[in-house]
Each structure stands twice: as structure tokens, then as C-alpha cells.
């Protein structure tokens, strides 16, 4: 058994190097010949046409079916034109309404124009009456102003001496209340301390009341005897302030006051009465 094994392995062998003999000879198998390729042209005979008419003839079924079609599209067709019908009916139906309101518009445009000029006009009348409100209590209310400066010469035992003062007019419409007036004289000159006398008027009295245009003379002041001669000679220049304070009737809870200052010079006229020239010195403050 063992020789036969060693046989049928030296036969295989033997086998295996002559086909690795052939393979370096370069001994190749034959290959197929070549196929030829066939090229079938068009048949020209089916896109020529027949001479006779091709009649297709539908089943019943394929009858029935196209039918039924044709009723649905002339049902739809006649839905659609029912519908568009109704679409313009109602689109006429609205041109009145739509009128209606272009109209209704243009009367409410024109009314709320009026309305602007109404409310202008009332606007413009109410403003005017409050002008003509405040002219009227302007006019109405009291006002204070300085009428003159007063000046006289009176006897004193035998001795001529100078009194002056401020006399002062409500050129209102109404009285003035709690009227109080202040003054004030000074002496410019060789005597400058003159002896000045105050002689206190009804004026002077607390809660005075100064109806309208009324006047009233303020404190008089009564000069010396040493002056007087010097005041006609202008040798000597009086300076004279007035002050009033003064509420009115719409405004009581408003205190108005008015102030002057003067510088007074005193002539006398051949007939011997004392003439008085007054120039304001300085801005005169009035109430308002």
C-alpha cells in the first residue's frame, strides 16, 4: 500500500512540472473568431401611412364611461357659469350701496370741515370776549396815578411859607380799597436840613377808600420860613417822592402800588400864588 502511494504521487508530480513546461513555452489556447455585428434597419413601412382610415370602435363599457365624462364636464361647466352669473348679479347688486357710502363719505367730509370752522369761529369769539374781559376789568378796576404836585403859600404869624405835597386820582371805574400813601421831602442846597412840618390828612387814615375818579392829597409838608425865600430863588431844589398802595374790588387779594419821585421847583406869580414846575426823576412805577 505504501508503494502505490508513493506511485500515484510521483505520477502527479510528474504531471504538474510539464504543465509548467507548456506555460513557458508560451503555448496559448485558441480564442473564438470574432461575431459579426448586424444591423437591422427601420422599418419604413409602418410610418408610411394607410391608405384606408383606421376606425377605433369602442366597447360599450369604454362608450359609457366616456359619456358619463362628457355629462360631468358640461355639469361643471354650467356650475361654473352659474356661479360667475351670481358673482356679477351681486357685484350690480352693490354699485347703489357703494354709491351710497362714497355719498355718505363726502357729506361726512363736509360736516367735519364745518365742524373745524365752527370750532375756529367759537375759538376765535371765545378768545376775543376774554380780550374784551380783560379790557373791561383793566377799565373797571381801580388805578392810582398822580394827578399834580401840589404847592401853595400860606401865612404863619406874619412869616410866608411854602406847603407842597402830592395829590393823587383814581382814573378807574371802581373804588380802590385799603388806600394808604406815602411821601417823602428832601432839601437840596445851602440849608438842606430846612425844618419841614407833616401835616397828616384824611388820607392818612387806615382802610382809606378812594372812590372812583376821586382825588386826594397825600401828606402836606409845611416848609420854614428859611427855605421859602430860597426855594423862590431856586437856590435850594426839593426833592419829593409818593408812593400809594391800594387793592381793588375784582383783585383784593392783590396789592397794587404806584410810585413817583419829582424834583419841584416853586415860582411865585404877580398875583402871589405859588406856581409849581414838577419834573419826574427816574422810571415811574405804576400798578399794573
Known sequence: ???????????????????????????????????????????????????????????????????????????????????????????????????????????????LVWTLFETRKAAKAAWDAADSARNALHSDRAWITPNEVWADFVDDDGNEKIQCGIRWENTGRSPALRVKFGSHISFVGPNAKANVVKIVMPSDAPYFVLGANKNALGAIYTCGKNVTPEMIAHQTVVHLCGRAEYVDIYQAEKVRVSEVFYRVFVHKSKEGRAVVQAQPIGPQNFAE
Request: aromatic content about 6%.
Open 1 to 111: 500500500m505504501f508503494r502505490s502511494y508513493c506511485f500515484t504521487t510521483i505520477i502527479l508530480a510528474v504531471a504538474a512540472s510539464w504543465s509548467q513546461a507548456l506555460c513557458a513555452e508560451g503555448v496559448q489556447t485558441p480564442s473564438p473568431p470574432p461575431t459579426e455585428q448586424v444591423v437591422t434597419e427601420p422599418d419604413k413601412s409602418q410610418n408610411e401611412a394607410s391608405p384606408f382610415p383606421v376606425i377605433i370602435v369602442e366597447s360599450g363599457e369604454q362608450a359609457d364611461a366616456s359619456k358619463g365624462k362628457e355629462v360631468e364636464t358640461r355639469e361643471h361647466d354650467a356650475r361654473e357659469l352659474d356661479a360667475q352669473i351670481r358673482a356679477a348679479n351681486a357685484a350690480e347688486k352693490q354699485i347703489f350701496p357703494a354709491w351710497i357710502g362714497v355719498l355718505v363719505g363726502a357729506i361726512g367730509t363736509v360736516l
